[in-house]
């Protein structure tokens, strides 16, 4: 006959082996119960845990019914939960010697009694640091005590359950390592990769895919600091959990987020789980007291729509976020086969700027800002032109797509402000006559936080005063980036003596609000409304009223796209003084402009700019 001491080594070493072998946690349980029993016949072995809530979870109970685990199943432990919960809620054992009549399992008598248990003793299951993380219980079907035998046998068990439930909660952490997201709580990119690539080699039905990338998180971070940030991405992945039941979302990078989306079966599904995000989104969170708006943007694909490889959805998915961030910030755009030759389109724009700004074939030119009532030249704008291999003079409008990069259009900034002060120091060593040379900045110059360092070191460089620059915007800035942050820096060019320009003024780009909110010293009219004057009674009024405005604010007006003398004589009764347009000149090239400044940089009573004819071609 088997000794007891030999039984319970034989039962350890079982389940340890299973354990070691990497056995489910419940299918150990439940073998470490029947062993047990088998150990002391006529007992009941049952296991549970407590989750973080600290609620009941059954893990085994083999010889009783179902609807014993179902109905213990997220009780809260207590100081009066039947013999487990109250045994985890004291850490200490718990003897019932008589079920019916111990205080303990008042109210719970009808979950057990039913079964024929009539006592019950449970022990607490505690961790290495002490957590009690559950209970192991033996029931009798007579009132009375645990015999010694049994004692050693639950003694061998709770140690048995400690181990197994230890290594669950290691497997478990090293589970969310590897595939949650620490930040977000939400599955990673590896997650994702596994999750993506098992849906498309078995797909159920359409899969969707959608990419959701978080608008200027840089700029909180940069602004506000990583910690709020952290806070911003935390959100948002919490209200991407909420809105996005039934599909599988994943934080795959620093600021972007992927979405599966199982049986999508149109469009119209995926369009209404991107309006449900985009429509999460507004309310504002606070940090340290800090108000941030969250925003995002959506690019989505379906599959078989576009190819159901893994590989080519995600590519198309990041087309169409591509796409969106460029033309529908804040919004959401699906994936059309016509953007992947649009896209094509993009690299190489892309490509022969980054070539032209390393051989300096990014250029400006220049056209003449005149005084209307003497055609004198005050002063230019600088526009970015680009020089192909072949020597033809492409617009920035041909190659505009690239400027959506916002590394590229900071760097094109970086070489038309190296151009232009050096034709400015120029101009001022022959003693030329202009007060400003205008120029255009973009949302990704007052990002990156060090606008006004860039143009002082430009200029300072060339000795040249920067009282001499206005620099041109559009209400794109402001959709840019933090409003606070564009005021401060709109603030310090004033502050270094620039001036600062309001450009396309009622396109719909700029707004009357803006002129209250933002230090602007110029109101530049768009030429949409120039051309209309003599036509169009309305266009006469606004810019009439415009031009009033202005000047009761204490700013100046410069009407673009002047191109014939009834519109400039129109625009000088209205009281417009400055304008710009092809009446006058085109964009024209550095040594045309020299020319035109020597000419007409002071008040000339015999010439005229508008009739001299000089720059009618030019480029």
Known sequence: ????????????????????????????????????????????????????????????????????????????????????GTAIYRGEPVEVTDIATDPLWEGLTDLVLPLGLRASWSMPIKARDGRVVGAFAFYYRKPGRPRAVERRIVAT???????AIEHEEVRARNHRLAYFDTLTKLPNRTRFSDAIASMCEAPTGRLGLMLIDIDNLKIVNDTLGHAAGDALIAEIGGRLSRVLEGCLACRIGGDEFAVLIPACENASRMRALATAVLAAMPPPIEHDGQSIVPSVTIGGVIADAAGTDSVMLRQNADLALYHAKETKRGGYVRFRRGLRSAMMRRIRIRRQVEDALGDERIIPYYQPIIRLGSSEIVGVEALARMRL???????????????????????????????????????????????????????????????????????????????????????????????????????????????????????????????????????????????????????????????????????????????????????????????????????????????????????????????????????
């Open 1 to 84: 006959m088997t000794r007891p001491s030999a039984r319970l080594q034989s039962l350890q070493n079982e389940i340890l082996e299973h354990i070691a072998r990497g056995e489910p946690l419940v299918a150990c349980m439940r073998r470490l119960c029947l062993r047990a029993e088998a150990a002391a016949p006529g007992v009941v072995c049952s296991v549970v845990t407590v989750d973080d809530d600290r609620l009941l979870r059954p893990l085994a109970s083999p010889s009783l019914p179902t609807s014993y685990a179902a109905a213990i199943d997220g009780v809260p432990v207590g100081p009066r939960v039947g013999s487990c």
């Open 157 to 163: 068990c709770v140690h048995l359950c400690a181990i």
């Open 389 to 619: 291999g072949d020597g033809r003079i492409v617009t920035a409008g041909e190659f505009h797509e690239a400027l959506l990069d916002p590394k590229m259009a900071y760097r094109v900034t970086s070489r038309m402000l190296a151009a232009i002060s050096s034709d400015m120091a120029e101009w001022q060593a022959a003693g030329l006559q202009f007060q400003h040379v205008a120029l255009n900045v973009t949302a990704a110059d007052f990002q990156k936080g060090d606008l006004v360092q860039r143009i002082a070191r430009a200029f300072d460089k060339v000795e040249v005063p920067l009282r001499h620059l206005v620099v041109e915007i559009t209400e794109q800035v402001f959709m840019g980036g933090l409003r606070d942050g564009v005021a401060r820096t709109m603030e310090a060019l004033r502050a270094h003596g620039m001036s600062v320009a309001l450009d396309d003024f009622g396109t719909g780009f700029a707004s009357l609000t803006h002129l209250l909110d933002f230090p602007i010293d110029i109101i530049k009219i768009d030429r949409s409304f120039v051309g209309a004057i003599d036509s169009g009674a309305r266009s006469g009024v606004i810019v009439e009223s415009l031009q009033t405005m202005a000047k009761r604010l204490g700013m100046k007006i410069i009407a673009e796209g002047i191109e014939t003398e009834g519109q400039a004589r129109r625009l000088g009764e209205m009281g417009c003084c400055l304008g710009q347009g092809f009446l006058y000149s085109p964009p024209v090239p550095a040594p045309v402009i020299r020319d035109l400044l020597q000419r007409f940089g002071q008040r000339e009573p015999t010439a005229s700019l508008a009739n001299s004819g000089l720059v009618a071609n030019a480029a």
